[in-house]
């Protein structure tokens, strides 16, 4: 997609960082200090809240509004991907899934202020493909673990490394950018902090500062959990993969480490249940050489077509570059 898309423009001066004082600097851990079955409806409250005014932390930080109709591009492609009508039209179909995203992205910013708190011990979690992962690990083998922004990810994480898993995640600078309000680079400033405790001895290391740590890591034996839904920041690395319907230039950082460490590749993700339950699932580690980058993909397009609405990078899509033909 190229142009401005339908539905963004700049929000009234000074607007901007007076929300993102209210909500991420009262809001936000005013819910996380309440039980969790009371705040989840609040949370997904907040999050209808944000997708009327297109408020994101992107939004905020940029002062002008392209979230929204970026989201509403994804979810089309997605619901145009599943054949979902809802009532005869993908445009409507899109419009409900992306008023899911934002709910579900409200919970997951709530909860990462609960991270420290979390009684891991006592969480009720079903894990679908952990035994692979340990048996990697007990041989010394690195894996790299996809990851997508999607549904419960971070208490997966911690999930992960509370079941032995040795786990190291792959985060960006980005978020402390100066540019940011305050109260948000604030809410992330204890996101890494949360989950530099709950991973220990991994730990969330930013990929500006250089890959060396996570070859070093895979090369320990060690799990490195990184995003594969982006999209690819230098086209001439990437190598093609077909990825909901098209064949496209993802992120290439999965593809250059699995070359340089030889590591295998899994694909993670945990889904919320109802009653406080989580399930993580992990996909049987492949090598490159066994087409373990398609597998990923393929992994991914069914987490995403079984659940929309719990994609919260959905707005992504529309950065997305085909591969030539």
């Given amino acids: 997609m190229s142009g401005a898309l339908p539905g963004t423009g700049a929000f009234p001066a ?7 004082r209210l909500d991420y600097g009262a809001l936000v851990p005013l819910l996380a200090r309440l039980p969790r079955p009371v705040s989840q409806p609040l949370a997904a409250l907040r999050g209808r809240l944000n997708w009327c005014c297109d408020f994101d932390w992107r939004t905020l930080s940029l002062g002008r509004r392209y979230v929204r109709a ?13 054949g979902d009508a809802a009532g005869g039209a993908p445009q409507r179909a899109a419009q409900q899934l992306a008023r899911q995203r934002y709910a579900c992205t409200s919970r997951e910013e709530v909860d990462a202020w609960r991270l420290p708190r979390l009684d891991f011990a006592r969480l009720r979690c079903e894990f679908i493909g952990l035994e692979p992962l340990r048996a990697a690990q007990a041989r010394g083998q690195g894996v790299l673990l996809a990851k997508a922004h999607f ?3 971070y208490i997966g994480l911690g999930a992960l490394a509370h079941a032995g898993i040795r786990l190291n995640l792959m985060g960006t ?11 948000i680079r604030r809410h992330y400033e204890r996101k890494t902090a949360a989950l530099n405790q709950v991973l220990a001895p991994g ?26 839904d982006g999209p690819s920041s230098t086209p001439g690395r990437a190598t093609p993969v077909r990825f909901l319907g098209r064949r496209l230039l993802m992120s290439s950082g ?4 699995a070359r340089a460490t030889g590591a295998p590749i899994a694909f993670m993700a945990c889904q919320e249940l109802p009653g406080q339950r989580f399930r993580i699932t992990i996909t049987p580690p492949a090598r490159l050489d066994e087409d373990g980058l398609q597998k990923t993909y393929d992994a991914l397009e069914q987490a995403l077509l079984a659940q ?7 707005d992504q899509y529309a950065n997305y570059l085909d591969a030539p033909p």
């Fill in 70 to 82: 970026a989201t509403l591009a994804g979810m089309q492609a997605l619901a145009e991907r599943r």
């Fill in 203 to 228: 730990r969330l290391a930013f990929f500006e500062d250089g890959m060396a740590f996570f070859v070093k890591a895979l090369r320990r034996g060690e799990a490195v959990a990184m995003a594969c």
């Fill in 14 to 20: 000074g607007l901007a960082p007076l929300v993102a």
């Fill in 308 to 314: 929309p609405g719990s994609w919260w990078a959905a």
């Fill in 151 to 153: 549904d419960a990810l």
């Fill in 173 to 183: 600078r980005t978020i402390f950018d100066p540019r940011i309000p305050p109260a």
């Fill in 254 to 257: 999965l593809e250059f480490l």
